[in-house]
């Protein structure tokens, strides 16, 4: 009789123990489950950075691509690298890059997952990048790279679906 109720709740705890290792849904991934039309082979997408300020504005630089494909991929989120005595806005370009690949990741003290990302792969066909020094540790785009890859009309990148937009007329 004792085992009754631990009977009834057995299914229970089990569908919470499932639930709890599920990976996270990041933006991203909900982004090709809410607007799938705006990521469609073919169109076409941008990527930006820059443009901060209330007055004067910085530049925007941005890439951009023709959708090749979008899909949800499952990726571990591991520890963020760091470099001891830095923050971000002083790693070089190499430590920078480093960061940006093994993004989405987690801080110091978080515990790691499995997060779900909706990944665009595209073609680029055009671009904009900073030359300017303090720009090597602000974004993915410096001085003709895409983090650490040379750009080249054609050549096919990876980026997390909520960093695109649609391209402007």
């Known amino acids: 009789m004792r085992l009754l109720p631990l009977l009834f709740a057995l299914p229970a705890l089990l569908a919470m123990s499932v639930q709890a290792q599920e990976p996270v849904l990041r933006p991203s991934a909900r982004l090709l489950f809410k ?3 705006m990521l469609q082979p073919g169109r076409c997408v941008a990527y930006r950075e820059g443009g901060s300020g209330w007055v004067v504005t910085d530049p925007v630089y941005y890439l951009r691509g023709e959708v090749v494909s979008a899909d949800i991929r499952t ?26 690949l093994a993004y989405p990741c987690v801080a110091e003290g978080v515990p ?13 066909t055009d ?16 001085r003709g ?3 650490d890859r040379p750009l080249e009309i054609g ?15």
Not at 80 to 87: D, E, L
Not at 112 to 124: A, C, D, K, N, T
């Open 145 to 147: 790279l895409f983090l």
């Open 127 to 142: 671009w904009e990048t900073p030359h300017a020094r303090p720009a090597e540790n602000a974004g993915r785009l410096y």
């Open 112 to 124: 790691e997952s499995e997060v779900q990302l909706g990944i665009v792969r595209l073609r680029v």
């Open 155 to 169: 050549m096919e990148i990876e980026l997390e679906a909520d960093l695109l937009g649609v391209c402007s007329p």
């Open 35 to 37: 607007q799938p039309e």
């Open 75 to 100: 990726r571990h989120a591991g520890r963020c690298p760091v470099v001891p005595g830095k923050q971000m806005r002083q790693y070089t370009r190499e430590e920078f890059v480093r960061h940006a």
